[in-house]
């Protein structure tokens, strides 16, 4: 199974990574303001907020092979709609319809894959760090971010900023292919005896158990909001500004640097993840280290006006949020029962997407103002802000905090959420 992930790790990441290094530039040139190209993208994000949970329960009650192969399909429909908004030079509340409906793509993958993954490898008896499988995972992932993003910018160089859209979407068609051949739930039984409201009202009141009800999960998902909520804004707000430092606002390959570039550091991260968690007895030191230094990092990265001062503190940033990602799937995972496993992590989705979709019209509009620079010393000063949200979540000394292999802590499938805090 751990070769089937690694597999649709690739793929949707491949997809995915086509336009990622030119997404922000694609926006403009429809004739976007920044404040609409960044509220598109928050328009996204709010998508993924409304959809999480009830895609989630999708997964956790007809089945996470289900979840991802309806997603796959609705990405490929949205992608397609995105590029004939650009063709058409289309109004904003065009853009604001379909970024939500790429938004209900993407939360049929959140959570429904990490899911299928680990309830596998406990069926099959794996011994192994889940640092480790997912480390591997993103280093995979980092390779097909590598690779798209580049070629993204080279094409959109070469042809124009649609055709790496037209790509993404037909390499969605194949995954759907692959999907469905390769793809098999195992060790989950699907609860398929209640009707969806039902069913709907019962994972979501287990995974709120599970997930905001249990302290040590509350408190990292409470983080959430202003770390991954901030990078979404960071990674596409990188693209014009590597081209304002630049001097060049048409040189599409110097942008896709910006993802190549955090694509690398995956690949790095992910090597690293489970070298770093060995110098750690907890593994929230790990993610408490990873988030002083990017916001730290994000501070210099708005002070800074030269470029390749700017790519060297883009690539440590890139590092330390791919560092942190294992980890932090691992923790999270390590408290979540299998039953409520796809819902919760989507929660985890839900809460990060919350951020995104408050912080990035807002910080959309002090670029507007006072340029990229000042929206990421902002982006800096928000992040910071999920420090004492770890350290209670560090406060509540639960066993998946020391924990290092996948059925080393069994009883967390079991046990009732910890009362403590």
């Known amino acids: ?72 399909v609705t990405l490929a429909v949205t992608t397609a709609m995105y590029w004939l908004l650009w063709v058409w030079h289309s109004p ?95 060790g989950f039984t699907p609860e398929r005896g209640e009707n969806p409201i039902k069913a709907t009202r019962t994972v979501f009141r287990a995974s709120v158990k599970y997930g905001l009800g249990n302290p040590p999960v509350r408190w990292l998902m409470l983080a959430s909001p202003f770390t991954a909520g901030v990078g979404i804004y960071v990674f596409y707000a990188l693209q014009p500004y590597l081209l304002e430092l630049w001097g060049d606002e048409e040189a599409y390959t110097v942008a896709g640097l910006a993802a190549a570039l955090l694509s690398g550091a995956a690949i790095l991260g992910g090597a690293l993840a489970p070298w770093v968690r060995k110098l750690f007895r907890h593994r929230t030191s790990s993610i408490l280290l990873a988030t002083i230094s990017s916001a730290i990092v994000l501070l210099g ?13 883009v690539a440590v940033w890139g590092i330390a949020s791919a560092i942190d990602d294992p980890v932090h799937r691992a923790y999270l995972n390590d408290m979540i029962p299998s039953k409520q496993r796809a819902t919760v992590l989507s929660f985890d989705s ?5 951020g995104g979709v408050v912080f990035q019209p807002v910080l959309g509009r002090v670029a507007d103002v006072g340029g990229y620079g000042a929206s990421l010393i902002w982006s800096g000063v928000i992040s910071a802000v999920a420090i004492p949200f770890v350290l209670l979540s560090r406060a509540q000394h639960s066993p998946a905090d020391t924990a290092h292999d996948v059925n080393e802590d069994e009883a967390t499938d079991e046990s009732e959420p910890s009362t403590q805090g």
């Open 350 to 354: 839900l809460m990060g997407s919350g």
């Open 301 to 313: 990265l708005g002070l800074v006006r030269n470029f390749w001062v700017a790519i060297v503190l």
């Open 92 to 186: 904003f509340w065009a853009w604001a319809i379909v970024s939500v409906l790429l938004g209900l793509g993407f939360t049929f993958f959140s959570g429904a894959v990490d899911a299928w993954l680990v309830d596998a490898l406990k069926a099959t008896g794996y011994q192994g760090s889940l640092e480790a499988v997912f480390g591997r995972a993103q280093i995979v992932g980092g390779v097909a971010m590598l690779s798209g993003s580049v070629l993204g910018g080279v094409i959109a160089q070469a042809t124009n900023l649609g055709v790496p859209f037209v790509i993404r979407a037909v390499v969605l068609v194949v995954m759907f292919v692959v999907a469905a051949l390769l793809m098999h739930d195992i």
């Open 1 to 72: 199974m751990q070769g089937t992930y690694y597999t649709l790790m690739l793929g949707n990441t491949l997809a995915a990574s086509f336009i990622w290094g030119i997404n922000t530039l694609f926006l403009l040139d429809a004739g976007l303001s920044n404040l609409e190209a960044f509220a598109a993208n928050a328009f996204f994000t709010a998508g993924m907020l409304i959809f999480e949970i009830p895609t989630g329960v999708v997964a956790d009650t007809v089945g996470r092979r289900a979840s991802y192969l309806i997603g796959t």
